[in-house]
């Protein structure tokens, strides 16, 4: 790749404010109120972040202390005689260190490319949600400022699903190992988890194919990859402001808005496969409502995405397809082989 070629020098009169170009600096110093001058960063009230992270490690460990039981009682409610409460808990933090480092790393993708680019950006808000299957709602950034080219929002969007991904992946693998088969009991009512095809890959790997009548009983660390490859595939749906629309318009410009037409439509569609889709088909319609089917501009339209990151591109696709599946909960009665 040849030099650039030097730029003629500023006065020495003028402010100077350091900005960078798609991700190299084109000038080291721009004069002041130059439209490219980065905004200056807000503020963020740690206190909140904080405070956010500590209740979401609460709910996030009585969520693994419910998991943790499960993973014991081998799909038959007992008391257990040696186990107390305070086990339970502790057996909790398997799947809370887990989800939280898998969404931890997801948003600091997000936010240290933010850095990078000198995008002004929050810190993770974790969000909290007392439940018996996840403990939460995921985590989130925002971005205050307006990104200056396609390349850099690319970049943003794409860092946050590869990031946590490389953390899901040995969470799965580990979590899987520490899991084991058993007997389902005649009279079993449950959920049925989907599983994505990365999943199943590594089940298979690992356990080989699962006895007719039998079922992997998943450790607390299985179930937090399970869900953070769940999340994944959901951040990477082509709609509103998730970081799937922010890949698909920085590959495609204003065609994406015919790609998030055509995912909202596959939601739809997954709505009659299974009933959890339900509930997200609704979410991201009202995405759709409130964000509009066309993604923001960037500041500067004209540069390109080269061709490294369309590659990129395309590996955020195959973890899309890696980590999606049609049907991710549903009651096991409708799934039981009759």
Known sequence: MADRPPLPPLPDDLARVPVQHDGAPVHPWLPEGHPDTPAPRTRDRVWLHVLLLLITIATTTATGAGHYYGYLIDFVPRPLAFTTWRDLMLGGL??????????????????????????????????????????????????????????????????????????????????????????????????????????????????????????????????????????????????????GVHITYSVLGGRSTYVTFGAIAVAVALTFVSTSWVV???????????????????????????????????????????????APIQPYELVRPR
């Open 94 to 243: 398997w799947y809370s260190g887990s989800i939280l480092a898998i969404l931890g790393c997801h948003e600091m993708g997000h936010y240290l490319a933010c850095r990078y680019y000198r995008v002004d950006a929050s810190l993770p808000f974790f969000l909290p949600f007392p439940s018996v299957l996840t403990g939460t709602l995921g985590a989130f950034i925002r971005i205050r400022s307006r990104i200056r080219t396609k390349p850099m929002l690319f970049d943003i969007g794409v860092a946050g699903p590869i990031a946590g991904f490389i953390v899901t992946v040995p969470a799965l693998v580990i979590g899987l190992a520490m899991s084991k088969v058993v007997k389902l009991p005649a009279n079993f009512v449950g959920l049925e988890l989907g599983e994505p095809l990365l999943f199943k890959g590594i089940s298979w790997l690992i356990w080989g194919p699962i006895p007719d009548g039998s079922s992997l009983n998943l450790h607390p660390m299985a179930f937090a990859a399970w869900f953070g490859l769940l999340a994944t595939a959901l951040n990477l749906f082509p709609v509103g402001q998730l970081d």
């Open 280 to 326: 997200w088909t609704i979410l991201i319609v009202a995405l759709l409502l409130v964000f509009g089917p066309r993604h923001p501009p960037t500041v500067d339209e004209h540069v390109p995405l080269d061709a490294r990151r369309k590659w990129i591109a395309f590996v955020a696709l195959l973890i899309f397809i890696a980590c999606f599946t049609p």
